[in-house]
């Protein structure tokens, strides 16, 4: 209708192409669900979805094309771009953006030398492929990014000639990093705007040393895999007072005993607390939960016979104990202890699992055509074969002991089997 003022049009594009999650400084906004809400920040088939649409909505009209391609509300991968100009354009008005790599000179893109690697060596001769191609690209500076994903990391050999991120990316407020040097911590120094953070630390020798403790005023959200134990210690001098959600991967730790220091110094505001230990016993001393008196969520991935974990007081505020999806083995344990919290933990009121009610369908209903089992009704103890790392019988029994104890108890998706069955009208 050409009467419509251009203006509802361009309205009608935003309300289209923003979507309000995925576009957020923070995936944890107020009133979301802990356990869901960084799966939905972070979904590549959604994020691609909308790119998908933007498609569509260009192929309108000449005028749609203009309108669409103005609208700031964008997630790019230059690397999946083959048009230059385009490229460049559209990287430059980009609010999320997704590199493979960054370097942290005045170009951003990593010398040869620097990766013996030989999968890496070919992305690197294929950015600077791409540095032939669009040298522009490499020695931009994003405006307009807000979020911003660097898959295989920053690399910095030359650290009195590094330029701080923020002189590459002005406007960044959420920063996810596969792999970091130490040699290039220094790079977030001026990082005072960062609300997410995410870093995956690579120490290489051990006697290397963060070079100054860092500073990040704003910062509600930080996700952290270091290699051991030990790497946590550089961190407790970093100054993070608004910290409310922290997930943190330790891989490489034969039982793991939650390092006090670091605990005590990131625990006073902390809401949200995922760790990932990697089929490792977990165990924490009795004042963890004095550590973090406003904790409402904490999740594991590993709850082995060994496990170890104290009730929370009678008046702490942890509502929710959650479960990562790790290997067959810990899934059977992790399960039937988290059974025994259902029934001790008298502060929690939801247990948030890691499988899917639709996919458990789907499977339920092939592997038996006949007469799919009734989760509603009660079945044998533990003892039996277990079926995979989302074993049906493992999850109707929680499911029982949830109801036992007047629990509520989720999937990945938040939803309980209940609200699954009536959202999708589906019948076994």
Same mark, same amino acid.
């Given at each position: 209708?050409?009467?419509?003022?251009?203006?509802?049009?361009?309205?009608?594009?935003?309300?289209? $192409?923003?979507?309000?999650?995925?576009?957020?400084?923070?995936?944890?906004?107020? %009133?979301?669900? $802990?356990?869901?809400?960084?799966?939905?920040?972070?979904?590549?088939?959604?994020?691609?979805?909308?790119?998908?649409?933007?498609?569509?909505?260009?192929?309108?009209?000449?005028?749609?094309?203009? $309108?669409?391609?103005?609208?700031?509300?964008?997630?790019?991968?230059?690397?999946?771009?083959?048009?230059?100009?385009?490229?460049?354009?559209?990287?430059?008005?980009?609010?999320?953006?997704?590199?493979?790599?960054?370097?942290?000179? %005045?170009?951003?893109?990593?010398?040869? !030398?620097?990766? *013996?690697? =030989?999968?890496?060596? /070919?992305?690197? @001769?294929?950015?600077?492929?791409?540095?032939?191609?669009?040298?522009?690209?490499?020695? =931009?500076?994003?405006?307009?990014?807000?979020?911003?994903?660097?898959?295989? &990391?920053?690399?910095?050999?030359?650290?009195?000639?590094?330029?701080?991120?923020?002189? +590459?990316?002005?406007?960044?407020? =959420?920063?996810?990093?596969?792999?970091?040097?130490?040699?290039?911590?220094?790079?977030?120094?001026?990082?005072?705007?960062?609300?997410?953070?995410?870093?995956?630390?690579?120490? &290489?020798?051990?006697?290397?040393?963060?070079?100054?403790?860092?500073?990040?005023?704003?910062?509600?959200?930080?996700?952290?895999?270091? &290699?051991?134990?030990?790497?946590?210690?550089?961190?407790?001098? /970093?100054?993070?007072?608004? $910290?409310?959600?922290?997930?943190?991967?330790?891989?490489?730790?034969?039982?793991?005993?939650?390092?006090?220091?670091?605990?005590?110094?990131?625990?006073?505001?902390?809401?949200?607390?995922?760790?990932?230990?990697?089929?490792?016993?977990?165990?924490?001393?009795?004042?963890?939960?004095? /550590?973090?008196?406003?904790?409402?969520?904490?999740?594991?991935?590993?709850?082995? *016979?060994?496990? &170890?974990?104290?009730?929370?007081? *009678?008046?702490?505020?942890?509502?929710?104990?959650?479960?990562?999806?790790?290997? +067959?083995?810990?899934?059977?344990?992790?399960?039937k202890n988290t059974g025994d919290i259902a029934g001790k933990w008298k502060t929690i009121s939801t247990i948030?699992?890691?499988?899917? /009610?639709?996919?458990?369908?789907?499977?339920?209903?092939?592997?038996?055509?006949?007469?799919?089992?009734?989760?509603?009704?009660?079945?044998?103890?533990?003892?039996?074969?277990?079926?995979?790392?989302?074993?049906?019988?493992?999850?109707?029994?929680?499911?029982?002991?949830?109801?036992?104890?007047?629990?509520?108890?989720?999937?990945?998706? @938040?939803?309980?089997?209940? !609200?699954?069955?009536? =959202?999708?009208?589906?019948?076994?």
């Open positions: 209708n050409q009467k419509v003022p251009v203006e509802i049009w361009q309205e009608i594009i935003n309300h289209v $192409l923003c979507d309000p999650i995925v576009f957020l400084d923070d995936p944890y906004y107020p %009133g979301c669900n $802990l356990h869901t809400a960084y799966n939905e920040w972070d979904d590549r088939k959604r994020l691609c979805k909308l790119e998908v649409q933007r498609g569509t909505l260009r192929l309108v009209s000449r005028s749609w094309k203009v $309108l669409v391609d103005s609208n700031r509300w964008r997630y790019f991968e230059p690397s999946r771009c083959k048009n230059m100009t385009q490229q460049l354009d559209w990287a430059l008005s980009t609010r999320r953006l997704d590199f493979h790599h960054v370097c942290s000179g %005045g170009e951003h893109i990593p010398r040869d !030398e620097d990766y *013996p690697d =030989a999968y890496e060596r /070919w992305i690197v @001769g294929w950015t600077h492929q791409i540095k032939l191609q669009n040298p522009e690209l490499c020695s =931009a500076t994003f405006e307009q990014a807000t979020i911003v994903h660097i898959q295989k &990391g920053i690399k910095s050999n030359s650290p009195n000639h590094d330029t701080p991120i923020e002189r +590459i990316f002005p406007r960044l407020r =959420a920063l996810s990093v596969g792999k970091y040097n130490v040699l290039s911590m220094h790079l977030l120094g001026v990082s005072t705007r960062l609300t997410f953070l995410s870093l995956r630390l690579v120490t &290489g020798i051990e006697d290397e040393k963060y070079e100054i403790p860092l500073s990040f005023p704003s910062l509600r959200t930080l996700h952290l895999e270091t &290699g051991y134990e030990r790497d946590l210690d550089p961190l407790v001098q /970093w100054k993070m007072p608004l $910290l409310a959600h922290v997930e943190l991967k330790v891989p490489f730790t034969q039982e793991y005993y939650p390092h006090t220091a670091f605990f005590k110094h990131i625990g006073k505001n902390l809401i949200r607390l995922n760790l990932y230990t990697y089929e490792k016993s977990h165990r924490h001393p009795e004042k963890y939960w004095e /550590w973090m008196p406003r904790l409402e969520y904490i999740s594991v991935t590993s709850l082995t *016979p060994n496990w &170890g974990l104290f009730p929370p007081p *009678p008046d702490h505020p942890l509502r929710t104990f959650g479960l990562v999806e790790e290997s +067959i083995r810990s899934m059977i344990w992790s399960r948030a699992d890691c499988h899917s /009610w639709e996919e458990l369908t789907k499977w339920l209903k092939v592997t038996f055509p006949d007469k799919p089992p009734d989760l509603d009704k009660l079945i044998k103890g533990y003892d039996h074969a277990h079926r995979g790392v989302h074993c049906w019988e493992c999850i109707h029994l929680l499911l029982w002991k949830c109801k036992e104890n007047g629990l509520r108890y989720e999937d990945r998706t @938040g939803r309980t089997w209940a !609200e699954y069955l009536h =959202a999708e009208g589906v019948q076994l």
